[in-house]
């Protein structure tokens, strides 16, 4: 009898001792995962303050310009109000992707990218917009018994327990929904039985915190769905997008179906890698969720000729010339200036797909864009767009520190100044070749194309872009003359002039934000009344650099354009004027320059990126008027 007394002893005294253990081991847990930062972080997956209204944030898109009708529906996909709608009535498809506006239309302002990681897309949406299918094949997979537990599930601890007894390992965890989401907002991924413990006391905190449709929400819009277009996908909205393009809305059935089984492992039944795998997944998980009636047992699936165009569908979308949703991105990240956010996409992702042609014909060169475009009336820098490819570095310093050799784009600034010096369009200029005596030696400059004009007027040498008659003049009107007039434009000019002239014909290095600045004092300059003519020279693109590869539609415009291409390739600039914005354009090889000379220019590179958003960003052109600038506002990204 005493033996029993004291057996009953020991087991009272263990068992307070494991509830005291078990209290002190709760109170740790949530001390170092307070209830209120679970209740703060939770609610921010639950609840999503609407944008404030912005009218800078809207793209006004015009009557009669084209888009791309892609770029429109992800665009709309990812914007703040998502169910949007673009009535088919208001366009018309012109060809293939290509559509016109039939009226005007405003889109609503981008939505705020709620993952903070970088190259990551999570856009958090209430629980009303989550597919019935969507949520409650969740729950007919991942834990049956989601409705009636309150945190943890102990038969399916239980089933897991002996599994892994079996198994000798962790095989398997036996997680509630509510358990898994504890994870993935507080705990690692270590496999012990310490961070096991951990997620079921937050999991408990998180039941008596919140209702299960909010557990739910908060668990679809935190999940991670692998990664597509090069960035991460966080929650259902964006998963919805990149494996189909649609609205979550607009799933079917099995396309749901789809999205629940990539859960278990998005890498290991990644759609591009593993296609069969993943078969072979959905096939499991749709007998499953028909047998437990949570689908009809006449649910259409895919065959296998469907499966491989869904996989061809993302294979073009995953190719680096497109990424439509990683343009999104990385224009999220860009402050307002003179384009709008829709432009703002529609520019990313032309500069996307120029660099990656780029990268292809020169697949060795570290090769980058730099862009910037700004209003010509307002100086100040938060009306400048500014653009650079590598992300991970920083674009003003790219934009205002680096400097790269601008080549021909300086020539029409010294053009001008010659006709200041008493020169005019309509002189005639030998085109034959000329020496100059320099003290490091004897030098003659050559020209990028043959010439058989022996003479030519100024106006024919700036459109061919020539550069003897540019040296000829120079050495007519006087090099310290022609330096002094240069010297407000272009900072940082080597004198005398006289021993350096190969910066006329722009041996000169640059950043694009000083480019920029000097052609803006230039059109200054040019659109008063003391215009010299240059600008009228350049704005016809059927007779300048640009005229082999200029479209059809820009072809009939006017606008100031100048190329320029140094350095056997590798600085290839664009400039452009319409009479509202100013742009800069550069595109070329940032590191390793030594090396054979690579197969880009100016106007296959640079102007091709300016033409792509010109004709694709919903906006009408407007001919080139100097005078019509420089009275009268300039809205955000007007027409040109």
């Not at 740790?28 to 209204?53: C, G, N």
């Not at 692998?226 to 998963?239: D, E, I, N, T, Y």
């Not at 307002?336 to 990656?356: D, M, N, R, S």
């Not at 697949?363 to 010509?376: I, R």
Request: proline share 3%; aromatic share 8%.
């Amino acid at each position: 009898m005493r033996l029993k007394s004291k057996l009953l002893q020991a087991f009272c005294v263990a068992i307070g001792i494991g509830i005291l253990a078990s209290c002190v081991f709760v109170v740790a847990t949530l001390k170092q995962i307070p209830l209120a930062e679970v209740r703060d972080v939770l609610t921010r997956s639950i609840t999503k303050s609407d944008l404030d209204k912005d009218q800078r944030l809207e793209s006004k898109l015009e009557a009669g310009a084209l888009l791309l009708h892609s770029n429109l529906k992800t665009f709309t996909h990812l914007s703040s109000n998502p169910t949007m709608y673009i009535d088919a009535t208001k366009f018309e498809r012109v060809s293939g992707d290509i559509i016109a506006l039939g009226e005007d239309i405003s889109l609503e302002a981008p939505a705020k990218n709620d993952c903070l990681e970088v190259y990551c897309v999570q856009l958090r949406r209430p629980f009303r917009e989550v597919p019935s299918v969507l949520w409650r094949g969740l729950i007919g997979i991942e834990d049956i018994r989601f409705l009636g537990h309150v945190g943890f599930d102990l038969r399916a601890i239980a089933r897991a327990l002996v599994r892994d007894v079996i198994s000798m390992g962790f095989v398997e965890g036996g997680s509630t929904i509510t358990q898994q989401l504890a994870k993935n907002l507080f705990l690692s991924s270590e496999k012990s039985i310490w961070r096991k413990l951990k997620e079921l006391v937050v999991a408990v905190a998180i039941e008596v915190k919140f209702e299960k449709d909010e557990i739910i929400q908060a668990y679809l819009n935190e999940v991670y769905w692998g990664v597509l277009q090069g960035v991460r996908v966080k929650g259902f909205h964006a998963a919805s997008e990149l494996y189909f393009k649609k609205l979550p809305r607009d799933l079917v059935e099995y396309e749901a179906v789809i999205l629940v089984s990539l859960l278990k492992g998005p890498g290991y039944y990644h759609p591009l890698r593993h296609l069969d795998r993943l078969q072979q997944r959905v096939a499991t998980v749709t007998q499953s969720l028909i047998d437990k009636e949570v689908l009809p047992s006449s649910m259409s699936v895919w065959n296998d000729k469907r499966w491989q165009q869904w996989k061809a569908q993302l294979e073009k979308d995953e190719k680096l010339t497109a990424r439509p949703v990683y343009a999104w991105w990385v224009s999220q990240s860009r402050r307002l200036g003179p384009i709008e956010p829709y432009g703002q996409f529609v520019f990313t992702q032309a500069a996307q797909k120029i660099l990656a042609e780029s990268k292809s014909k020169a697949p060795e060169a570290d090769l980058a864009v730099k862009a910037l475009v700004t209003s010509w009336k307002d100086e100040q820098v938060v009306n400048n767009f500014e653009y650079y490819s590598k992300i991970e570095r920083d674009t003003s310093v790219a934009l205002n520190d680096e400097k790269h050799q601008v080549g021909s784009t300086l020539k029409p600034l010294i053009y001008a100044a010659l006709i200041r010096l008493g020169n005019s369009l309509d002189r005639s200029v030998e085109t034959a070749e000329i020496e100059l005596k320099l003290k490091s030696g004897r030098w003659s400059p050559e020209e990028s194309h043959h010439v058989e004009e022996e003479y030519l007027s100024l106006a024919e040498a700036l459109k061919q872009s020539l550069n003897r008659p540019i040296i000829r003049l120079a050495q007519e009107a006087g090099f310290e003359k022609l330096e002094s007039r240069l010297g407000e434009f272009i900072p940082g000019l080597l004198s005398p002039l006289s021993q350096y002239p190969a910066q006329l014909l722009g041996a000169v290095e640059l950043s694009v934000s000083q480019l920029a600045g000097a052609y803006r004092k230039f059109f200054d300059q040019e659109c008063s009344e003391q215009g010299s003519g240059i600008i009228q020279v350049l704005d016809d693109p059927n007779q300048t650099t640009i005229k082999r590869v200029v479209g059809r539609v820009m072809s009939q415009m006017r606008f100031f354009g100048k190329t320029g291409t140094t350095n056997g390739g590798r600085d290839n600039w664009f400039i452009f004027f319409d009479g509202k914005i100013i742009s800069a354009i550069w595109v070329g090889q940032e590191t390793k320059r030594s090396g054979k000379d690579l197969p880009l220019y100016g106007s296959s590179t640079a102007f091709r990126i300016l033409q792509h958003y010109l004709l694709y960003r919903g906006k009408l052109f407007n001919d080139l008027n100097c005078a019509a600038s420089m009275s009268g506002d300039n809205p955000i990204d007007t027409a040109i």
